[in-house]
């Protein structure tokens, strides 16, 4: 695809999409997380071939997408730009509106320096990009499209197989309408390829609506399974945060990010506390392989991704 990097990387980081755009400078989308910010610099550079980077936009602000803002900032002085929906709370620098502090993930402060609407169009290396909003995994993302060649950029509104956490579930807002219809946007686009936010670059789109639509359905079934498997995939998120981490000492960040008592509470607080509960998930997670745990030298049991 001329014009474009798709730097797709492994979990815990979003993949970064390079717009090149020649002379006027590059655009990138999505920042990966903070943890390996570095190496998103270092991808980033080696990508742009000596061109300039321009810009840095974010379909969204969980922190496997904008974690490495600042880095980007500080490297390549780019400006920064995300969509309105969380502006005040990043200006204040509010963890608790924004979604660090809830799901207990870590995120460096940056300064945005405006927004990208949806309906605005981003200009890059002969292409414009429309931004389209894309409630549902996030109340704000944006997806971007390119009418000329036919490409979606679909954050983490769909997957090659699935699409991300429905998070505003999490929290008793209903919002698996929204991702239907957001499915049902991207479906209307008819684009011939989509770039996820997760996972490399795929063509057969119906097949994916298809999937996702089934994952969908089964979600809104059960809502209890969906919001397990939030639960599964958060605390495998985390431990790829922190690489290892005690037992124990996972199960106290579990019990002091305050979305996870919510979401035990609401799907009538399995095990007796949210403690037994987290064992028993992190046991299902190494039973599956997601995890590992071994014995460290006090005895006690580390689990590791
Ligand atoms: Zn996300």
């Not at 169009?121 to 009418?147: E, K, M, Y």
């Amino acid at each position: 695809m001329p014009g474009i990097t798709l730097l797709e990387r492994g979990w815990l980081s979003s993949n970064n999409i390079l717009l090149h755009g020649g002379g006027e400078g590059a655009l990138l989308i999505d920042a990966g997380h903070v943890v390996h910010a570095p190496q998103t610099v270092a991808l980033v550079q080696h990508a742009l071939q000596g061109e300039a980077l321009r810009a840095l936009v974010n379909t969204h602000l969980h922190s496997d997408h904008c974690g490495g803002n600042a880095s980007l900032q500080r490297h390549f002085g780019c400006t920064l730009h995300m969509p309105p929906g969380d502006w005040a709370a990043v200006q204040a620098w509010d963890e608790d509106r924004l979604s660090y502090r809830a799901t207990g993930q870590r995120c460096e402060p940056f300064k945005p320096d405006g927004c990208v609407h949806p309906g605005d169009t981003l200009r890059v290396g002969g292409r414009a990009w429309q931004a389209l909003a894309a409630p549902g995994h996030d109340p704000h993302s944006l997806i971007f499209f390119d009418d000329r060649d036919g490409i979606v950029i679909t954050a983490d509104a769909l997957w090659e197989r699935g699409f991300g956490i429905v998070f505003p579930e999490l929290d008793g807002a209903a919002a698996f309408d929204e991702v239907a219809d957001t499915l049902d946007l991207i479906e209307s686009l008819g684009a011939r390829w989509a770039l996820p936010g997760h996972g490399a670059a795929f063509q057969d789109i119906p097949q994916s609506l298809g999937l996702a639509r089934q994952r969908l359905a089964a979600f809104r079934a059960d809502p209890a399974r969906h919001a397990r498997h939030a639960l599964k995939a958060l605390i495998s998120f985390h431990v790829m945060e922190v690489g290892q981490e005690a037992l124990p000492d996972l199960l106290r960040w579990l019990v002091a990010a305050p979305l996870y008592t919510t979401v035990w509470q609401r799907i009538g607080r399995p095990g007796g506390s949210l403690a037994a509960c987290g064992e028993a998930l992190v046991a299902e997670l190494c039973a599956a392989g997601v995890l590992q745990r071994h014995k460290g030298e006090e005895g006690g049991e580390i689990v590791s991704a």
